[in-house]
C-alpha cells in the first residue's frame, strides 16, 4: 500500500516506490521529492503512516555538521581555525575544516570500547581528543563513521553551550519545520519504527580490512537490533548515525539550503564543494568529502548504510530523499530517483 501525494505527470516515480516496496517486504519505506518549487512527490508505504521516522545512518552526517556552520556564519567558529581552539584537550593537529570533510585523522578510537560509550558523549569526546591520528591531519581523508558528530559538535556545544542535537533543533529544524533529529524525546519516539535486516551488515565486517572495522565496530552495536532499536539509543546523540526523520524531512533540509534559510550563500558553496577527493582511506572507495555531504558532478548529498539516501541534483534541479525501515543496497533508492529523472528529463545518473 502506498499512501501520499504525487504530483500530476509523476505517476512513474509512484508505480516505482511500489515497486520496490513489493522487493523489499517488510515493513515499509518513504521518499520525498521537491522540484520546481513544490512537493512533487511525498509518499509512504507499506505499514508506515506519513510521520514514521527511522534512524538512515549517516544520511545523519550533513545535519550534524550544520550547527558548527551555523556558528561559522555567525563569526562564532572559524572554518581555519585549529580545534585546540575551541577543544583545548583536542590532540591532533587538525582544523575545524578539516574535522568537517574528514580530513582530520581521526576515524575511530583504537582502545576497544564498550557500547556505552555510545551514551556518554564526554567519555567519547576524551578519547577522540587523545586519539593518534591515522595520518598528518590533511594529508589524506577517511570517513570517520561512528564519531563525526562528536568532532564537529563538541567545538559548538564548548562555544554555544548547547549539544549539538538541541543547537539543530532549536537553531535549525524547529523554526524551519524539519522533521529530523538527535536526542529524541518519548513523544517524538512513538513514531520510529524499527530497522530490520542489520545481521547481514554485522556479519560483513569480519572481511573488510582493520581501519574499517576499527572505525565502524568499535564500540560495538552500530548494526545489532537490540541497540539500534532501543529508546535509550534513540535518546542520545551520537550525530553521526542516529538522526531520526522522515523522507521528507531530510529532502527539506536540502530545501532550506539551497533556499539560503539556513546558511549564507558563502558558505553553502563551500559546504557543497569538494574539500578533498581522492580514495577514502577508511571506505576504499573514491569520493569527495564537502563539509558532511559527498559531492559529485550531479550535486551533493548523503547516503546511509542500508540504503538510505538525500540529497540535492544541481543537474535536475531536485532534492530528493528515500528512507526504508529494510536494510539493503541502494538500488532501490536509485531506482526511484531514475524513474523521477525520466519525468522531468534530466539526464541519468
Known amino acids: 500500500m502506498v499512501t501520499g501525494n504525487v504530483a500530476d505527470g509523476f505517476e512513474p516515480v509512484r508505480d516505482a516506490f511500489a515497486e520496490v516496496l513489493r522487493e ?13 518549487g513544490r512537493w512533487v512527490i511525498d509518499l509512504v508505504g507499506g505499514n508506515w503512516i506519513a510521520e514514521s521516522m527511522v534512524m538512515p545512518y549517516s544520511v545523519s552526517k550533513p545535519f550534524a555538521a550544520l550547527p558548527a556552520l551555523v556558528l561559522v556564519d555567525r563569526d562564532m567558529l572559524d572554518l581555519d581555525a585549529p580545534m585546540q581552539r575551541y577543544w583545548p584537550e583536542f590532540t591532533a593537529d ?17 582502545e576497544p570500547a564498550p557500547t556505552d560509550l555510545f551514551y556518554d558523549w564526554d567519555r567519547a569526546c576524551g578519547m577522540l581528543a587523545a586519539q593518534e ?15 563525526y558528530g562528536h568532532l564537529v559538535g563538541e567545538p559548538v556545544r564548548r562555544v554555544d553551550g548547547r549539544s549539538l542535537g538541541t543547537f539543530l533543533r532549536e537553531e535549525v529544524t524547529a523554526p524551519l519545520g524539519i ?6 524525546s518519548d513523544d517524538k519516539q512513538r513514531n520510529v519504527v524499527d530497522l530490520h535486516g542489520l545481521r547481514a551488515f554485522a556479519d560483513a565486517l569480519a572481511d573488510k580490512p582493520e581501519l574499517y572495522r576499527r572505525a565502524i565496530g568499535n564500540p560495538p552495536g552500530a548494526f545489532d537490533d537490540a541497540v539500534v532499536n532501543s529508546s535509550r539509543f534513540r535518546s542520545a546523540e551520537i550525530p553521526a548515525i542516529n538522526g531520526h526523520g ?21 558558505l553553502l558553496a563551500e559546504m557543497s564543494s569538494p574539500q578533498c577527493n581522492g580514495v577514502d582511506q577508511v571506505m576504499g572507495s573514491n569520493v569527495s568529502w564537502g563539509f558532511g555531504v559527498a559531492v559529485d558532478d550531479d550535486g551533493f548529498g548523503m547516503g546511509g548504510t542500508g540504503g538510505h539516501y538525500g ?21 532501490r533508492g536509485e531506482r526511484i ?8 528529463g534530466a539526464p541519468p545518473l
Open 24 to 36: 523489499q517486504g517488510g515493513p515499509g519505506a518513504g521518499v520525498a521529492c521537491w522540484h520546481d
Open 94 to 110: 587538525a582544523t575545524l575544516r578539516q574535522a568537517l570533510s574528514h580530513q582530520s585523522g581521526i576515524v575511530g578510537l583504537d
Open 133 to 147: 591520528p591515522e595520518w598528518s591531519p590533511g594529508s589524506a581523508f577517511g570517513e570517520c563513521a561512528l564519531f
Open 179 to 184: 522533521e529530523f533529529g538527535f536526542g529524541l
Open 246 to 266: 522522515t523522507a521528507r524531512g531530510v529532502a527539506r533540509m536540502y530545501v532550506d539550503l539551497m533556499s539560503g534559510r539556513i546558511l549564507s550563500a558563502g
Open 311 to 331: 540529497g540535492w541534483s544541481r543537474v535536475g534541479g531536485y532534492a530528493f530523499a528515500f528512507v526504508t525501515s529494510v536494510m539493503g543496497t541502494h538500488d
Open 337 to 344: 530517483e531514475a524513474a523521477l529523472r525520466e519525468v522531468i
